[in-house]
Nanobody
Framework: QVQLVESGGGLVQAGGSLRLSCAAS????????MGWFRQAPGKEREFVAA????????YYADSVKGRFTISRDTAKNTVYLQMDSLKPEDTAVYYC??????????????????WGQGTQVTVSS
C-alpha cells in the first residue's frame, strides 16, 4: 500500500521560507506524477506544483511560480517543496499526492490516486 507522509509545515513570518517533505513508500514510483496541493479554510483544494518521478520536469501554479521549487530525491523516495518569499495568502494545509502515471493534467486533483495527511503552513503578516 502506498503511503505518503508530509512534514515540515509550521508558522513563519511573511517573506520567510519553509521546506516541506513528502516521504513515499509502498512501491516503486518510476512512472508516477508527484504533486503538491493546498487547501485554505473555506476554499477548494488547489494545485501548487508537480514533478514527474523519473523525468526532471516540473510545473507550477502561477501564484507560486518563482517562489516555490518542487524537487525529488529518487534514492530517498522523497519529494520536496521549497517555499520562499512566503505570503499570508500561502496559508493552507499542504498535501502531497501521487498519480500512477505521467499526466499532462497534473493540476487536476481528481487524477491523483494517493494522498498524504497534510501539513499546516501558516504565514503571518
Amino acid at each position: 500500500q502506498v503511503q505518503l507522509v508530509e512534514s515540515g509545515g509550521g508558522l513563519v513570518q511573511a517573506g520567510g521560507s519553509l521546506r516541506l517533505s513528502c516521504a513515499a513508500s509502498g512501491r516503486t514510483f518510476s512512472s508516477y506524477t508527484m504533486g503538491w496541493f493546498r487547501q485554505a479554510p473555506g476554499k477548494e483544494r488547489e494545485f501548487v506544483a508537480a514533478v514527474f518521478w523519473n523525468i526532471d520536469t516540473s510545473y507550477y501554479a502561477d501564484s507560486v511560480k518563482g517562489r516555490f521549487t518542487i524537487s525529488r530525491d529518487t534514492a530517498k523516495n522523497t519529494v520536496y517543496l521549497q517555499m520562499d518569499s512566503l505570503k499570508p495568502e500561502d496559508t493552507a494545509v499542504y498535501y502531497c499526492a501521487a498519480a500512477k502515471f505521467y499526466t499532462g493534467h497534473y493540476y487536476n486533483p481528481n487524477l491523483y490516486d494517493y494522498w498524504g495527511q497534510g501539513t499546516q503552513v501558516t504565514v503571518s503578516s
